[in-house]
């Protein structure tokens, strides 16, 4: 998100609400990881700085790279974890494995997994690197949750936001290109003034201006460590 021009992708909201929900694992040793094209486990090239015993190995073949998690989770009888891609991060020629594990029950740790996109070129892992975020999900959320398919036009006010945030939303496209473009041809940084409308960092309420504070980020607690020894 830093690369992008004038870091102005910081103001999109929902992205930023994505990058504070869950906890992250990290890779604990800087890392290599490659893979010669073939399906057997043996394919799979993993070189680290220094040995760690959680560090990224060749377990599954497929051009599987695998961390063994160092951690039992355990939820209440309601939960299970989803195990997803680290917000808004990648690594180049690699794809994060998703996964939802039943921690309700689970006894024993689970695995981290990506898989290498691309054969024989190194995949740069460096210590420290989001591998996967960690979300509760309440089990019964998607079966008890109902889709509905309705036409927009059954909901006339409704309809008559949708269209004037759209033309919106146009004018503002529209003014970024022309500022950019003035820029290219020797004008001054484009600032984003006149670009960037407050609708969805305010929300929509009951207060003098029809709008109202509303959460865009989250604040997940930091683990609590409660071992008579901690490392």
């Known amino acids: 998100m830093d690369g992008v021009p004038q870091k102005y992708i910081y103001r999109c909201i929902p992205?930023?609400?994505?990058?504070?929900?869950?906890?992250?694992?990290?890779n604990p040793v800087d890392t290599v990881a490659g893979w010669t094209g073939g399906a057997t486990n043996t394919d799979v090239i993993v070189r680290s700085a220094t040995p760690h015993k959680f560090g990224a190995v060749s377990h599954f073949g497929a051009a599987i790279v695998t961390w063994y998690v160092p951690f039992i989770f355990r939820t209440s009888p309601d939960l299970g974890l989803i195990v997803t891609a680290p917000a808004n991060h990648g690594l180049s020629d690699a794809v994060p494995l998703d996964a939802f594990v039943r921690t309700d029950w689970l006894p024993f740790p689970f695995t981290l997994n990506w898989r290498i996109t691309r054969a024989r070129v190194d995949v740069p892992i460096p210590k420290g690197a989001p591998l996967a975020r960690i979300l509760p999900y309440p089990l019964a959320l998607l079966e008890d949750t109902t889709l509905e398919i309705t036409d927009l036009a059954s909901d006339p006010g409704f309809k008559a936001e949708v269209e004037a945030w759209g033309k919106a939303r146009a004018g503002n496209v529209e003014k970024a290109q022309t500022d950019i473009a003035d820029w290219l041809a020797g004008g001054a940084e484009p600032t984003g003034d006149g670009v960037w409308n407050q609708q969805y960092v305010r929300a929509k309420g009951s207060d003098g201006d029809g709008f109202a504070p509303h959460q865009t980020?989250?604040?997940p607690k930091a683990p609590v460590d409660r071992r008579s020894n901690s490392e």
């Open 15 to 26: 992205l930023i609400a994505a990058n504070t929900m869950g906890w992250e694992l990290l």
């Open 217 to 219: 980020i989250f604040k």
